[in-house]
């Protein structure tokens, strides 16, 4: 689908949604802009793309795009204060990259408004971005992303006994997952089925896993978690439905089974977060940016919601 063509410095572009035909474009940018990985770049295009919208910005009638981003779905389940509950629509934007020749031009922040234009037109509610760096935090605040989400984040020592046991099993159900994940609606954005078996695959592709205790009070216990990439010694937690001492007590155990050369576990929180489950740990959360949001809903009540939410599970 082409879309109206424009004027900047002396050249043409027009942007338009892309489709499979543009494959190797969206290679080439992924390529250049985020990793050399092919593997990874075709889940991408095989599992995300098909359920997600991408633009991609074409400069003087080239067939090649030379910049391109991509809204994933994303949704919420609110209940309001008479106890009812309704799916809130919104969007996650990821995979935003410009080849390297072309950078400087503000092609990124063209797309960038284009997507906003086409999420008020459908009637969305909310449109998240997760910075893959904090300096990037203010250029998507001056395009209006101007609510800024928190989370609670602590680092704890992993437990070194030898003799630990674990009943946690690894992930073989993405169908369920999605459903368990609904048990923390309340406080979690949440990915549709094909959005989560893709973002669970690229937890896989970093060394990382997503596990279970079964029969855990009302509901299975889990986690995902993978290697930080930066710091070889810290294990990252980023989705989990911890909400007791004693759940929090036997992730670190399985995580200290899972990640045997790791000796600690960096782990989120939502900002509603009881701090009476951090008691019994030295290190206490510090307040950190999770994402930023654009809200575009006029119901105050969904927008409260919305700021108090976490972004878990996030492409970054």
Known sequence: MKLPKHKKNNSTFEIKILTKEETLS?????????????????????????????????????KDAIAMLSLLPSYVLFKNNSGGSKRI????????????????????????????????????DYILVKPAEDSLFDLYQKQTFDNLLYCYKVEVELNKTFNLDSNFNKLNSYTSHLKLRESIAATNFLWPNEILRYSLMEIESRNGTTRYLDNWHEAPLFYSAYPSEDE?????????????????????????????????????????????????????????????????????????????????????
């Open 26 to 62: 969206i290679q080439n940018i992924w390529r250049e802009c985020f990793t050399p990985d092919i593997q990874y770049i075709n889940n991408f295009i095989e599992i995300c793309f098909p359920y997600s919208i991408s633009w991609g910005l074409f400069l003087n009638n080239s």
């Open 89 to 124: 629509n919104g969007a996650y934007l990821y995979g935003v990259g410009t080849l390297k020749e072309h950078r400087g031009n503000k092609y990124s922040s063209i797309l960038v408004n284009e997507v906003i234009s086409y999420s008020k037109k459908n009637s969305l």
């Open 232 to 316: 070889t010694q810290i294990v990252k937690i980023i989705d989990h439905n911890i909400n007791s001492p004693k759940g929090l007590e036997s992730v670190i155990n399985d995580i200290s089974l899972s990640f045997p050369s790791s000796a600690k576990a960096l782990i989120e929180f939502p900002i509603t977060t009881n701090m009476d489950l951090f008691n019994e740990y030295s290190n206490k959360p510090l307040i950190t940016k999770n994402a930023l949001i654009k809200t575009l809903t006029p119901e105050r009540e969904i927008v409260q919601a919305l700021l108090e939410m976490h972004l878990t599970l996030s492409m970054e």
